[in-house]
C-alpha cells in the first residue's frame, strides 16, 4: 500500500460553449497500476495540444469519437517506459502515443505505440515537425494541393501561417519555389515568417479584419494558386475572392469556426465562385495518409539537416497548465508548436 504510485489526469469536466475556459478541465489524481504480463509503463514527457480536439469535445458525430465527460482526454504524446514486462520494450526507451492528457498509462501490448529515437531528434520534436503536424502540412501541401517541384510561378497563400501547421506549409512552399504570402495575428509573427521563416509576404489579419480580401488583392495582383486553409470564415471567402483559375484550395482546418455555437457553419457567401473560376476545393484528415510517412521522414529530415525548414515552440510547463495551452491555441497566444512539458 505504501508504495501505491499516484499520477494526474485531465478530465473533460462539462463541454465547452465558445472558447474553452478553464472550467470545463479537471486534474484529478489516480492510483497507478503496476503492469502485468507483457505490459508496460509509460511516464509522459511531453504532450501536443491540438485544434481539433476541440471538436472531440462536442458531442457529434465525427471522424473521431467524442471525448467522454470526467473521463481522460486523448492526444499525441511521447513518454519513457519506466517498468516493463514485454521483452520488445526496455526501460529507458521512450514510445509516442495516443494516451496525452495524463502522467501515467500502461500499455497492453505494445501495439497502441511507435517507439522513437532520441539520438535521433529532440522527441518532442516527433509531436511537432516531424510528426503529424509536420505531415499535415506535407500531405496538404503536395499531396491534396498538387504541388510538385519547380513551382516557380505559383502563388500559395496559407492562414494561421505562423502556427505549427501553418509554418511547415509556408516553407515547403517556399522549398518547391513558390511566391508564399501568410496571414497572421500581429506584427511579432509577421516579422517571424518574414525573417526566420523566409516567406514573401505576411500581414497581421487583424488590423481591418475585413480587409483580408483586398490585402490579398494587392499583395496577389495575378491570383492565388493555391490556397491552404487553416481558419475558414472569413480568410476562405477571401481566398475565394482572389484565387486563379483553375486554383486549389486545400481544406485543413476552419479554426474560426469551431467555437461558433451553430458548429458546422454555413458561412462562405461566395462559394459559386469556386465555378466560376473551375477551382478544386479538398478537404483531407491527415490520418488518410500514413503511407507517406517514410517519404515524409526523409525529405523533412534532409530539409532540416539543411536549415530549409525553421519552426518555433511554444512550452507550457505542467500537466496543470495543459488546459491553458489548449486555449492558447484559439487565442493566438503563441506561436509555432504548441506543447505542454509534463
Ligand atoms: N486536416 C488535418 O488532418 C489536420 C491536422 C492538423 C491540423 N489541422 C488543422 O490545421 C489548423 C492549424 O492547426 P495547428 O495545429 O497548426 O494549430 P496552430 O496553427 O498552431 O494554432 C492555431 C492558430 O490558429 C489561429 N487562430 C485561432 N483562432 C482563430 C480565428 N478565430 N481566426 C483566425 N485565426 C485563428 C491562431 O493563429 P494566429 O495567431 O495567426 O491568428 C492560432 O495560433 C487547424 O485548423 C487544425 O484544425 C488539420
Same mark, same amino acid.
Given at each position: 500500500?505504501?508504495?501505491?504510485?499516484?499520477?494526474?489526469?485531465?478530465?473533460?469536466?462539462?463541454?465547452? =460553449?465558445?472558447?474553452?475556459?478553464?472550467?470545463?478541465?479537471?486534474?484529478?489524481?489516480?492510483?497507478?497500476? !503496476?503492469?502485468?504480463?507483457?505490459?508496460? %509503463?509509460?511516464?509522459?514527457? $511531453?504532450?501536443?495540444?491540438?485544434?481539433?480536439?476541440?471538436?472531440?469535445?462536442?458531442?457529434?458525430?465525427?471522424?473521431?469519437?467524442?471525448?467522454?465527460?470526467?473521463?481522460?482526454?486523448?492526444?499525441?504524446? =511521447?513518454?519513457?517506459?519506466?517498468?516493463?514486462?514485454?521483452?520488445?520494450?526496455?526501460?529507458?526507451?521512450?514510445?509516442? /502515443?495516443?494516451?496525452?492528457?495524463?502522467?501515467?498509462?500502461? #500499455?497492453?501490448?505494445?501495439?497502441?505505440?511507435?517507439?522513437?529515437?532520441?539520438?535521433?531528434?529532440?522527441?518532442?520534436?516527433?509531436?511537432?515537425?516531424?510528426?503529424?503536424?509536420?505531415?499535415?502540412?506535407?500531405?496538404? %501541401?503536395?499531396?491534396?494541393?498538387?504541388?510538385?517541384?519547380?513551382?516557380?510561378?505559383?502563388?500559395?497563400? =496559407?492562414? @494561421?501561417? /505562423?502556427?505549427?501547421?501553418?509554418? =511547415? @506549409?509556408?516553407?515547403?512552399?517556399?522549398?518547391?519555389?513558390?511566391?508564399?504570402?501568410? #496571414?497572421?495575428? /500581429?506584427?511579432?509573427?509577421?516579422? $517571424?515568417?518574414?525573417?526566420?521563416?523566409?516567406?514573401?509576404?505576411?500581414?497581421?489579419?487583424?488590423?481591418?479584419?475585413? *480587409?483580408?480580401?483586398?490585402?490579398?488583392?494587392?499583395?496577389?495582383?495575378?491570383?492565388?494558386?493555391?490556397?491552404?486553409?487553416?481558419?475558414?470564415?472569413?480568410?476562405?471567402?477571401?481566398?475565394?475572392? *482572389?484565387?486563379?483559375?483553375?486554383?486549389?484550395?486545400?481544406?485543413?482546418?476552419?479554426?474560426?469556426?469551431?467555437?461558433?455555437?451553430?458548429?458546422? /457553419?454555413?458561412?462562405?457567401? !461566395?462559394?459559386?465562385?469556386?465555378?466560376? !473560376?473551375?477551382?478544386?476545393?479538398?478537404?483531407?484528415?491527415?490520418?488518410?495518409?500514413?503511407?507517406?510517412?517514410?517519404?515524409?521522414?526523409?525529405?523533412?529530415?534532409?530539409?532540416?539537416?539543411?536549415?530549409?525548414?525553421?519552426?518555433?515552440?511554444?512550452?507550457?510547463?505542467?500537466?496543470?497548465?495543459?488546459?491553458?495551452?489548449?486555449?492558447?491555441?484559439?487565442?493566438?497566444?503563441?506561436?509555432?508548436?504548441?506543447?505542454?512539458?509534463?
Amino acid at each position: 500500500m505504501g508504495n501505491e504510485r499516484i499520477g494526474h489526469e485531465i478530465h473533460l469536466k462539462e463541454r465547452p =460553449v465558445g472558447i474553452p475556459t478553464e472550467n470545463s478541465f479537471e486534474l484529478v489524481s489516480v492510483s497507478v497500476p !503496476n503492469p502485468k504480463e507483457a505490459q508496460f %509503463l509509460v511516464r509522459n514527457v $511531453w504532450m501536443s495540444v491540438d485544434p481539433y480536439m476541440r471538436g472531440r469535445m462536442r458531442e457529434a458525430k465525427s471522424y473521431l469519437p467524442s471525448f467522454q465527460l470526467n473521463k481522460p482526454l486523448e492526444g499525441d504524446c =511521447v513518454g519513457q517506459i519506466i517498468e516493463s514486462k514485454n521483452n520488445r520494450f526496455k526501460v529507458g526507451e521512450y514510445v509516442l /502515443s495516443n494516451f496525452g492528457w495524463r502522467e501515467y498509462w500502461i #500499455s497492453t501490448d505494445g501495439n497502441d505505440v511507435t517507439k522513437i529515437d532520441a539520438k535521433e531528434a529532440p522527441i518532442q520534436r516527433y509531436l511537432g515537425v516531424l510528426g503529424r503536424t509536420g505531415l499535415t502540412a506535407y500531405v496538404g %501541401l503536395l499531396k491534396i494541393g498538387e504541388l510538385k517541384g519547380g513551382g516557380g510561378n505559383k502563388t500559395v497563400f =496559407v492562414s @494561421a501561417a /505562423s502556427g505549427a501547421v501553418g509554418s =511547415v @506549409a509556408c516553407q515547403i512552399a517556399k522549398i518547391k519555389g513558390c511566391h508564399v504570402v501568410g #496571414s497572421t495575428s /500581429s506584427l511579432e509573427k509577421v516579422k $517571424w515568417l518574414l525573417d526566420e521563416a523566409g516567406i514573401d509576404y505576411a500581414f497581421n489579419y487583424k488590423v481591418g479584419e475585413d *480587409n483580408i480580401s483586398s490585402e490579398l488583392r494587392r499583395v496577389c495582383p495575378n491570383g492565388i494558386d493555391i490556397y491552404f486553409d487553416n481558419v475558414g470564415g472569413r480568410h476562405l471567402e477571401a481566398a475565394l475572392d *482572389n484565387m486563379k483559375v483553375f486554383g486549389r484550395i486545400v481544406l485543413c482546418g476552419m479554426i474560426s469556426q469551431y467555437n461558433v455555437d451553430t458548429f458546422p /457553419s454555413t458561412r462562405t457567401y !461566395n462559394l459559386f465562385l469556386a465555378i466560376r !473560376n473551375r477551382l478544386k476545393i479538398q478537404g483531407f484528415i491527415v490520418r488518410d495518409h500514413y503511407d507517406i510517412l517514410t517519404e515524409f521522414c526523409t525529405n523533412m529530415s534532409k530539409w532540416i539537416s539543411e536549415g530549409k525548414i525553421k519552426w518555433e515552440e511554444t512550452v507550457f510547463e505542467g500537466l496543470e497548465n495543459a488546459s491553458k495551452a489548449f486555449i492558447a491555441l484559439f487565442k493566438g497566444e503563441k506561436m509555432g508548436k504548441t506543447l505542454v512539458k509534463i
